[in-house]
């Protein structure tokens, strides 16, 4: 008899533990889900995993600057569950659905393909599970259908060629009659090529477009493409080339003059502008896909996050980095406002949901509006600028500042149709 | 001669999924698919197998099926499973049909190599289509079953039916084509061509429709993925998918139509394990099991159900 009390005791002491734990404060179990293998792992999806590492653990620790000095979310510590974005959107799913159903995470956040934000964002709704994409560029995702438990804490890629668009005319007013382009065959690159090409088209009435060369994605030789846009005589020159691709058109353009007799923007140039300063001439336009980068706003939490990503991983926060800092930070603004709005006790993922929609939140990149896809959907302002090279040093120059609203459509409007209207507002 | 306990097999294991199907966690169901959309692929590897041609473009036929589904509800915004499985099917079997007519002459590595030539064809035509969302592809519908969508919870579980019932009726037809005299050519192709043409057989007509039906079920595998997943993209046609058949198949092994659904469903578990222990390297995770696999089990996972049989 004794020992069956003993057993009913401890039976009922193991069975109030975890609850008493629970009334604790529970961790959060976050799915992170970022490239870290493939052609897409080096430039964006290990310094995006990078600066998670960076943004949890300091995050638990309390130690990022204000107003983002509480512990974890609002007390409640973080729990990475990391997995890789490879393998092609039917795995991508799959895992989706193991992270929400078998290892019941409290929410997900990743993504960098647009292949897979799409794939992933009907699932999400399926499972009724929280997910912010952080990177992903297509603005397909909340102009085809309207999500409730889908957003996106960066803007779309549309901003990037309006901005560049933009830029390219500030700089050479008056006089852009051709544009030519060389960019990748894939979606991303044929996006870029025709935002760009609208934008320019309404923002110069009569520009010509001397060329548009699409090479095939990691094609590695362009040298038949350099010919040809050289040949073709164009004012500027847009490219959306990224990574091994980007180093070998600047490698390959630059001993032929490429960069020196027109102006050259590379809309991603900021992930080489460092590596190849060598051969990077002055007065090439480079974008960081948003103010990041060299093109990040001078405040605290700026300085404290690149400083703390440049000591830990010896080079400077990139935007993909930069993208997942500001995810992370967006979906801690929201859980802390949905906290507050509760009474200061956890609140419920609709709640977080409530308080995430048209939200304003700091981030290391300035300040970020979720404004349009019915408030799921982010704007920031940009920016570009050109290479100078100070004393040997890469530097960007000329930097010129678009707010917001200026290249991104207003709510509820499709980025193309915004173009095509001749960036009209609401 | 010995009775064939396939079909009954079959029936059991088709009977237990469908009755535990309700109770299982929702993840298993997705998983168990998935696996059967790639096994359908796999068995049609098979059936070109035993006669000792390795495809290394069956993502062409599943690619294919996909989009035929996909685009049939993009156009038409049809979205019952079953018509969307018929169409994949069809689109596969009939690009088969005239493409077999050119494959059907080669062998060994000019078959495989010229099969994953033509996948990759169909991969850069697809990424260089604006208009069916290039490389990011596009959504499918939300599936139907006879024009009726079951609540949340059970949409899982009704295409995991519709999974196993289309599964099950594809692997007794394979077991029973293989015992026709067109079937059991097979693994005579493989050993003795000349012989098999001296005999008035034509080879090349016996791989033709081999081919055709390979591509059928792949097209209808590939129709099944699309609806399960939601969503389709041209990687679908890649040689990396392709390549993922291929180790399914050398997973599995020809023994039996019951081993590659095994082999796909066990690749699915090894992959998710792998994903969730090691993140960072899942890839040598698969690659070691694939190598174990190779080396202890030469003929498959299913050499270890067939070798008591054996003896």
Known sequence: MNAFKKAVAAAVVAALVPAFAAAQEAPLKIGVVSFLSGAAAGPFGVPARNSAEIMFEMLNAGKVPAPYATKGFGGALLHMNLVDESGGTTTQVTEFRNMVQRDNVDMVIGYISSGSCLGIAPVAEELKKLTVFFDCGTPRIFEERGYKYVFRTAATATMDSVGAALYVRDLRKGKIKTIAGINQNYAWGQDSWSDFEASMKQLEPGVKVATSQMPKLFAGQYNAEISTVLAAKADVVHSSFWDGDLEALILQGGPRGLFKHRTVILTTGETAMYKLAGSIPDGVVIGARGPYGPYAPNNELNKWFSKTFQDRYGVPPNYAAYHMAQAILGTKAAWEKALAANGGKRPSQDQVIAAFEHLTFESPAGKVEMAIGAGHQAITETAYGVTRKVHGKMTVANVKRYPAEMVNPPDGVKAADWIASGFKKK | ?311
Not at chain 2, 46 to 57: D, E
Not at chain 2, 65 to 70: E, I, L, R, S
Not at chain 2, 274 to 282: L, V
């Open chain 2, 1 to 311: 001669m010995r009775r064939d306990l396939t079909p009954r097999t079959l029936a059991l294991i088709v009977a237990a999924i469908l009755a535990a199907g309700p109770f299982a966690p929702q993840w298993t169901v997705f998983l168990l698919t998935v696996a059967l959309a790639k096994g359908l692929v796999v068995l049609g590897l098979m059936i070109l197998l035993r006669c000792g041609l390795v495809s290394f473009g069956q993502a062409l036929y599943y690619c294919i099926g996909a989009y035929a589904a996909g685009l049939l509800g993009l156009r038409y915004e049809v979205s019952g499973v079953f018509t969307l499985m018929l169409a994949g099917m069809l689109a596969s079997g009939a690009t088969a049909f005239v493409l077999g007519f050119l494959l059907a002459r080669y062998r060994s590595i000019f078959f495989g190599l010229l099969s994953l030539a033509i996948s990759m064809i169909l991969y850069g035509l697809l990424v260089k289509t604006e208009a069916l969302g290039s490389s990011d592809g596009f959504n499918l519908l939300p599936s139907t079953l006879a024009g009726f969508r079951p609540a949340d919870a059970w949409v899982r579980y009704m295409v995991l039916a519709v999974a196993v019932v289309v599964a099950f009726v594809a692997a007794l037809l394979v077991n029973r084509y293989l015992k026709t005299p067109l079937g059991r050519l097979a693994p005579a192709i493989k050993d003795n061509e000349i012989r098999v043409e001296y005999m008035g057989a034509s080879a090349r007509h016996a791989i033709h429709v081999k081919y055709v039906i390979a591509a059928a079920l792949a097209g209808l595998g590939g129709a099944l993925a699309a609806t399960t997943v939601g969503h389709i993209d041209p990687e679908m046609a890649y040689w990396t998918t392709s390549g993922e058949f291929i180790f399914i198949t050398i997973l599995a092994g020809t023994g039996n139509v019951i081993a590659p659904f095994l082999g796909a469903l066990i690749f699915g578990i090894i992959q998710s394990v792998a994903f969730d222990i090691s993140p960072n390297t899942w890839q040598m995770v698969l690659g070691s099991s694939l190598l174990v696999v190779i080396v202890f089990l030469p003929n498959g996972l299913w050499s270890l159900f067939s070798r008591g049989k054996a003896s």
